[in-house]
Every structure is written in structure tokens, then in C-alpha cells.
């Protein structure tokens, strides 16, 4: 078989329609070997969508949340392996209680809406972040898909909720230091592996490309490990306005770069 007909296998045990094929073979959607295997996205400038157009901040996380949906199905699309969305940072509690309480609802209505699809389409619904200080209702919608999607083997859907870097490792520290004190590993002997395996990514391969929305230039404490050699690329526009477009543009920039780890 020719290289075009092994593709073509791989596309369709991938069940790609006939329009998805052509549009890939067009160039319209990104394909080939070096898809991001796992994509993060950075989803910021809900806010300011929002007041651009008069509308409460509140209005420009709603329509956030229909991005995520979107970017989720493109991502699928294309092959990715991992998406990680950041959706709560452990800062974000300074904002106002009201913007909060409704930040920590919308992860209910997200599922309620949207998980019998994501079952569907084989999706695997995770989580990253403390637990302590998320409300019990957003806690429990969050497992219960994390429980309901546990069986599939498709697109990893990861959400950074109440998630800070910083912290994370200072949680990875902790734990090797209590191991270590105890006997059970020898603080020489620990390889980045062993730290690596005590972060809350634990288990995921490191983000291939990272994506910040809004035109921030900034992580704000966002995997801060995990991004050692990842491709960063960055755009103006806000996340609720984030179209498969803008996903395939990063991922056709990322497929074009060297990355080159140090070497030459
Ligand atoms: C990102 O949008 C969503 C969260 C941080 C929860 P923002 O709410 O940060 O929107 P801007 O940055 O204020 O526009
Ligand atoms: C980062 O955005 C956190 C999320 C997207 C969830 P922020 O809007 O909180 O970041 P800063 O405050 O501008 O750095
Ligand atoms: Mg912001």
C-alpha cells in the first residue's frame, strides 16, 4: 500500500467523514504525523468579550463555555490526544463572590449539557487541581464525568480547575520529602520522572503546544514543569470569539517550527 492509502487507512479508523477527509487533504484542517499530541489552552479575555460589548463578565464566561465545546470537537477532529483547558486558576478566588459562585457553576452546566455527547464521541473527561475550596456541587459534577467517561479511549478533556503550578509542586516536593524521610527513596536518587509522576498531570505526556487567548503574554502560574519545551503561540482574540480556525492556524504554525530540545 502507498503512503497516500496508509493515511487514508488511519483517517478512516479514525471514522472521518468523506467532508472531513477533503478538507484535510485541501488543507482547510491541519493532518500529518506531527499533530500536537496535547494541546493546553490558556482560555482568557471572557471578560473583556463581555465588556466590549455592554454586557456583565458573567455573559463573556457563558459564552466561553460554548467555545470550550467548540475547540473540543476540533481538537477531536484533528487527532489531538490531550487537551488541557485552564479554566479556574488558584488566584482566581480574588475575584468578586459573585463571579466566582458563577465561574464554579458553570462546570454543572457544561456536563448537564454536553456530556451524553462527549460520551458519544468517546471523550475522557479529567481533572487537574486541589479539591479543598471547590463547592461540593462543582466537585460532584466533575467526577461524576470523570467516573461516566472513565472507559473511553478517545480525546483526553482535561480542566485545570482551582489550579496553580506553584502549588503542585510544592505538593510534588512534599511528597518525595515525606517518602524520603521515611526510608523509602533516596533523595539522590530521584530522577525527574519521580517528581514528574507526583504532579497532578501525572500520567499525561507534557503539552506539545500551548495556546493563550486575549493577547496576555503571560503563564499565570499555568504548568509551569509541564511547559519546558513546549511551542507557545499566542493570539489577540478572546476566548469566546476562539473558532477551529484560530486551533488550526496555532496548529499549522506549531507543525512548521523546529523544536530542536537544546540539540542542533
Ligand atoms: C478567562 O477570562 C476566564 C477565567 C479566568 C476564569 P477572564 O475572566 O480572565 O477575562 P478577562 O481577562 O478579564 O478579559
Ligand atoms: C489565567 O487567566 C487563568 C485562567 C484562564 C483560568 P487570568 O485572567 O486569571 O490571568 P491574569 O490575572 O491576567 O494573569
Ligand atoms: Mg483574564
Known sequence: MGLFGKWLRKLRARDY???DIEQMRTGEVPSGENIPKHVAIIMDGNG?????RGLPRIAGHHSGMKAVKRITKAADRIGVEVLTLYAFSTENWKRPKAEVDFLMKLPQEFLSLELGELIENNVQ???MGNRNLLPDHTIAAVEDAVRQTAHNTGLILNFALNYGSRHEMLEAAKELARQAAAGKINPDEIEEEDFERHLLSGGLPNPDLLIRTSGELRLSNFMLWQLAYSEFW???VY???FSDQHLYDAVRE???RARRYGGL
Open 17 to 19: 467523514t468523506k467532508n
Open 48 to 52: 473583556r468579550w463581555a465588556k466590549e
Open 125 to 127: 473527561v479529567k481533572m
Open 234 to 236: 499566542f493570539t489577540e
Open 239 to 241: 476566548w469566546p470569539e
Open 254 to 256: 506549531y507543525q512548521r
